[in-house]
């Protein structure tokens, strides 16, 4: 499977944000947004025109960056979500929430969706008491949520949700406090999603 492979921290700058793609360095005075505030290059600092185009096409490159995956999956969640009833921009969002390795990593099991992908594809994820190893896999209401993983690998969870605590978990989901383990109340909306995201560009783009 194909994937980006180069220096994860230059995408934040080049957005101007955060997109805890990092872990917890993204969480630190270490993360490059606050250190160098502008965007990577010899002319990072020049201030860019944007053009309409490259506005939709900005946002739709943020929201493939944050969820970590490339251009043909992505597409196919747009298609799956203008076949939906409703706004399809939204639509769009619950979908790319509702990935397996996604709710890992909100539900603190991990620092970064990069590593909750790869508990998921280790065999440590199990929905409903049944192993699910594809981070694709799309999480329904009512599902529960839980990690098995051996005891170092289980230790380091445990660890890192500690480290984690102050973090808040989406409400759609509630965490269970003594175990690695967690379940969807409901489905996610928009108002759910915690980063800045203008998902009506990338409707506005693919229907061009």
Known sequence: MARYTDARCKLCRAYGEKLFIKGIKCSTDKCPVVKRPFPPGQHGKRRRKETDYGLQLSEKQKAKRIYGMLERQFKKYFKAAEKT???TGHILLGLLERRLDNVVFRLCFASSRSQARQLVCHNHAYVNERKVNIPSYLVKEGDTIEIKAKPDTAKRIAELRKVLKDKVVPK????????LKGSVKS????????????EQLIVELYSK
């Open 172 to 179: 759609w989901l509630l965490p269970h406090k003594d175990a």
């Open 85 to 87: 009833k409703g706004v």
């Open 187 to 198: 489905l996610p909306q928009k108002e759910d999603i915690d980063f800045s995201i203008q």
